[in-house]
C-alpha cells in the first residue's frame, strides 16, 4: 500500500480531521522509529481496528537524561517508512525537533507524580516527564483517536492511561501484548547493541519473571520471597547486573503487602550497553480471570 509522510503538524491535523469528518476512526502508534516486530505488531492491530492508521516517529529530546546519548540513537526512516507499510500505516507523521518544539527550550511539563517516582522513575528521573509531555502534545496533534501501546513498557502504558485520564485527553490508550523472540527475549531496538554472547545472558530476565510466575502459581502469598526468586537467577547471569525486580500492583505499581489476586512482576537490568526491561502479569490462584 501506499504511504503518506506528512513532517508538518498542520498538515497532519488537516488530514485527520478531513477522515474524522467523514466517519472514519483513526488508529495512532506513536514510535522513536528503529522499529521492529513488536512495533509493527501496534500498527497490525491499529489496521484491524480503525478505518485510517497514523504512526510517527520521533527521537524526543526530552526523554534522554544527562548521561544518555541522543545522538547515537539508532534511525532508519527508509526502512521504518517499508515496515510501515507494510504493517498496514496510511499516514507517517515525521517531524523535526523544530516543528515539535518550534520555541527550542520547553517550558511545559505533564507529569504523574507518584507511578514517575519510582522503577524506570528512580533510575531515570527526567525520562517520564519528557514521555508524558511529548505523548500530550501527539495526542493533542492527532485528536480523538485510539493509540496504542506495548506493555513492555509497561510502567509508562500505566502512565499514559493516567495522564489520559486525568487530563480528559480524547483518546483510548490500548495495550498490546509484548512480542518476544522464540528464546523468549523481549523485542526492543535495544537489543541491536547486544553481542552474541549478551544476546543469550539478556534471556534470563524472562526467565526470572517465569520463575517468579511459578512460584506465585504455586500458592505463595510473599512478594519478598518473589522479589528474591528473580533477583536470585539474574544475579546468576555474570553479563547481567540487576537494577530491580519487583511485584506490583498493576494500577499504582507499588509492591503489596501479599500477593493481590492480579499483579505486574517488573524487572531491569543492564546487559552488557543496553539497558533492558521486561514484565509479565500474572494472576494468583484463586484470583481474578
Known sequence: MTIRLIPQISDLRRELDAARSEGK????VP??????????SLMRAARADNDLVVASIFVNPLQFGANEDLSSYPRDLERDTELSA???????FTPTVEEMYPNGAVMTSVSVNELSTRWEGATRPSHFAGMATVVTKLFWIVGACRAYFGEKDYQQLTIIRRFTADLSIPVEVVGCPIVRADDGLALSSRNTYLSPEERKAATVLNRALRAAAAVIEDGETDP??????MAGLVDAEPLANLDYAAVVDPETLVVPERIPPVCRLLIAA????PR?????GVTAPGGAQ
Open 31 to 40: 514510535t522513536m522509529g528503529y522499529l521492529h516486530d513488536g512495533h509493527a
Open 86 to 92: 507494510m504493517a498496514g500505516v496510511d499516514v507517517l
Open 270 to 273: 543492564q546487559v552488557g550497553r
Open 25 to 28: 476512526q483513526v488508529g495512532f
Open 224 to 229: 519478598e520471597v518473589v522479589m528474591e526468586t
Open 276 to 280: 533492558l526491561l521486561d514484565n509479565l
